[in-house]
C-alpha cells in the first residue's frame, strides 16, 4: 500500500485550514494512518498558465529537450496546467510525462500569408482558413489560435488578418469540430467581427470599447490580456516608429489605454484569465508575475490569483477546488497569497498528480 501524504493548512480559495492528505494521486480529507506529513502552509489549487507556447523561441520550433526545460520552468513557477496558445513544435509527446504539467495545445498559430512572426504560424490566404482551423482543431486538444491582427505593410498600422466573413466560417468549422477558437487581437477593427462570430476567447484585447465589452459579456467570451506582454509595448512602439509611425501611434495609444480597457472588461464581468505569454516574448516560469501585474492593474488578491488557479482550471475543464476526491494538483506556501501575492514567486511544495515535483 502507498503511504498516504499530509499536507496541513489553509486550503484556497475558501481559507479553511485542513488536513489534506494525498491517497493514490487523489485529494481526501478522511485522516490517514500512518501519513507522512510533507508541508504545512497555504495550499492553493495547482497554477493556470492560459497564455504560453511551449516549443518556440524568438526564431520558431525548437527541440523536444529544450521545450522539455521551458515546461520544467513552468511547473517549477507553479503553473501545473498550461494552455498552449499556438506552437510550430509538435508537444503532444507532453501528455504522456507525469512528470510535466497537463497541457491543452491550440496546435499551430493560423495567421494570413507573411503577416506575422517568421516561422511561427501556418501562413494562409482567406480562402485556405477553413481547411487549415479544420485541421489544427483535429491536431489540438480542444483549442484553434488565430492570429487576429498584425501590422500591414501596406497600411502601416495594425490590420485584420483577414476579412469578418472569413474569421466567421473559420469559427463555425473550428465548433463544429468540437474545438473552441481564441485570437491574438491587439487593435479594435478585428474585434466586432470575432465577437459576431461567437468567438470563445480574445488574447490581449487591448483594442476593447465599451459596446464589444458588452458583447464579451453577452457572448460569454473570455480575456486573456496577458498584461506583462502589453507592458513591451513602447518597445514595439521604438521599433517601429521609423518604417510605420501610425502604427506606433496606435500602440502607444492602446498601451496607455491598458489598463482602463482591461479593468472596463473585469468590472463588466468578462471573465478574465492570467497567462503569460512565455515562449512569445515572455520567460518562462513567471505566471507569478502575471498574477501580480493584474493585481496593479486593480485586479482583488483573490480575484488575481483566482485568474490563475481555481477560476481558470474550471474554465478549462479540471477540478477548480481541492475537494474530496479531485486530482491531486497544488501548491503550497509559507505564506498566505491573499495577503502577500509575491509569496507566489517561492513556491514551498508543489504537488501535480499527486506526486511532489518541486
Known amino acids: 500500500m502507498p503511504v498516504a501524504q499530509r499536507f496541513r493548512g489553509p486550503v484556497l480559495p475558501h481559507g479553511e485550514a485542513r488536513d489534506l492528505y494525498v491517497v493514490d494521486g487523489v485529494v481526501t480529507y478522511e485522516p490517514q494512518a500512518g501519513a507522512e506529513t510533507v508541508a504545512e502552509g497555504w495550499i492553493v489549487p495547482g497554477l493556470v498558465d492560459a497564455h504560453c507556447h511551449l516549443g518556440l523561441d524568438d ?44 497541457l491543452i495545445r491550440a496546435g499551430r498559430h493560423i495567421a494570413r500569408t507573411k503577416r506575422y512572426i517568421r516561422n511561427y504560424a501556418h501562413e494562409v490566404e482567406p480562402d485556405q482558413l477553413p481547411a487549415y482551423v479544420a485541421q489544427e ?84 467570451t473570455a480575456l486573456v490580456p496577458t498584461v506583462m506582454q502589453l507592458d513591451k509595448f513602447p518597445q514595439y512602439a521604438e521599433a517601429g516608429a521609423e518604417r510605420f509611425p501610425a502604427y506606433a501611434e496606435t500602440i502607444t495609444d492602446l498601451f496607455t489605454r491598458r489598463r482602463d480597457t482591461i479593468m472596463a472588461a473585469h468590472e463588466a464581468g468578462v471573465a478574465i484569465y492570467a497567462g503569460s505569454d512565455g515562449g512569445g516574448v515572455s520567460r518562462h516560469g513567471n505566471l507569478s508575475g502575471e498574477v501580480v501585474a493584474l493585481a496593479e492593474l486593480g485586479l482583488s488578491a483573490e480575484q488575481a490569483l483566482g485568474a490563475a488557479s481555481w477560476r481558470a482550471r474550471a474554465w478549462l475543464g479540471l477540478d477548480g477546488e481541492l475537494s474530496e476526491g479531485t486530482t491531486a494538483d497544488f501548491v503550497v506556501y509559507d505564506r498566505d497569497p491573499l495577503q502577500d501575492l509575491s509569496v507566489l514567486h517561492e513556491p514551498k511544495r508543489i504537488v501535480l498528480r499527486g506526486h511532489v515535483v518541486g
Open 59 to 102: 526564431d520558431g520550433a525548437i527541440s523536444d529537450e529544450a521545450t522539455e526545460q521551458q515546461a520544467i520552468e513552468d511547473r517549477d513557477g507553479g503553473a501545473l496546467l498550461i494552455r498552449d496558445c499556438g506552437s510550430a513544435a509538435d508537444t503532444a509527446w507532453i501528455h504522456e510525462r507525469e512528470d510535466l504539467p497537463r
Open 137 to 220: 482543431a483535429q491536431r489540438g486538444d480542444g483549442w484553434v489560435k488565430l492570429v487576429g491582427d498584425w501590422i500591414s505593410r501596406d497600411e502601416g498600422d495594425l490590420a485584420p488578418s483577414f476579412p469578418p466573413e472569413a474569421f466567421a466560417e473559420a469559427i463555425r468549422v473550428a465548433h463544429e469540430h468540437g474545438a473552441k477558437v481564441t485570437a491574438h487581437c491587439f487593435g479594435n477593427r478585428v474585434l466586432k467581427g470575432l465577437l459576431d462570430a461567437g468567438i470563445d476567447c480574445i488574447e490581449h484585447g487591448t483594442g476593447l470599447t465599451t459596446g464589444l465589452i458588452d458583447q464579451m459579456v453577452a457572448g460569454s
